[in-house]
């Protein structure tokens, strides 16, 4: 089991939403974190949030997403990583003809190509001492495509099979290193500002708070992926269906129109 509250955690994205509320959360349980973004200003807010309530975290502004200012941070850094929690991303939120290039390569390199980045930073430290933790923040559009989030949910996708690739590559190895690849619906972090759930009961949009307690609570029972809400889960199932009928059940869930009145973090 993974024990937060005794564990040094890097977070990425911990400037705002989802990463700076589980920064917080592991930070009550006692956690060490070192804390990355490439938003200084508000990460230092962050850091002194968590200062001020008695615990303890360092701030590092850095782009995840460029591989030597990663590298260059994780060579600086002289104490053991326990947990690596890949939390940094960003959407575009347009439809696939009307995202500029420059926002189709960003959401690729924040989104997919920092995984790479900070993993080959701190696993080999994890490997030395044949102990780890590494989350991958990913989400259910890593499973189904979804109207307006081409370059998003390409990147999500990416994702997923790179936490799986690398699992079953650490198994190969002997290695005592766990892997923990999250996949929720939409999260009102602000990130995803004007989506809608047509059947909120079965894909409601989660909270900040009630998201991280549920990602948590996977990372310290070692759980290999956590698909929230259940639903997420008959993804796979329906696969097996022809497209025009996995299609059909997914535009009657309004999956293909939650993304119609987007407006994004301001």
């Not at 409601?204 to 310290?220: D, M, N």
């Not at 119609?260 to 973090?265: E, K, N, P, T």
Request: proline residues 3%.
């Amino acid at each position: 089991m993974t024990r937060l509250g005794q564990s040094r955690v890097v977070v990425t994205g911990a400037a705002s939403g989802l990463g700076r509320r589980m920064a917080l959360e592991i930070s009550r349980r006692g956690g060490a974190l070192w804390l990355l973004d490439l938003d200084g200003e508000k990460l230092a807010r962050v850091s002194e949030e968590i200062a001020s309530a008695g615990g303890s975290a360092e701030a590092f502004a850095c782009d995840v997403s460029d591989r030597e200012a990663v590298y260059d941070l994780a060579s600086r850094l002289d104490e053991p990583v326990d947990v690596l929690i890949n939390n940094a991303g960003v959407v575009s939120g347009s439809s696939f003809l009307e995202i500029p290039d420059e926002k189709i390569e960003r959401s690729l390199k924040v989104n997919t190509l920092s995984l790479f980045w900070t993993t080959k930073a701190f696993l080999p430290g994890m490997l030395e001492r044949n102990h780890g933790h590494l989350v991958t923040i990913a989400s259910a559009a890593g499973l189904i495509g979804v109207a307006r989030l081409s370059d998003y949910c390409a990147s999500k996708w990416a994702a997923v099979g790179f936490d799986e690739s690398l699992r079953v590559e650490l198994k190969k190895r002997g290695a005592n290193i766990k892997t923990t690849v999250v996949c929720p619906y939409f999260v009102d972090t602000g990130m995803f500002e004007g989506v809608e759930s047509r059947f909120s009961f079965l894909l409601p949009i989660f909270s900040e708070a009630k998201l991280t307690e549920k990602i948590l609570r996977a990372i310290e029972a070692d759980r290999p992926r956590l698909f929230t809400p259940p639903l997420v889960h008959s993804i796979a199932w329906l696969r097996i269906l022809p497209v025009r009928w996995f299609d059909a059940v997914s535009n009657f869930m309004g999956i293909n129109d939650a993304m119609d009145h987007f407006v994004g973090r301001k």
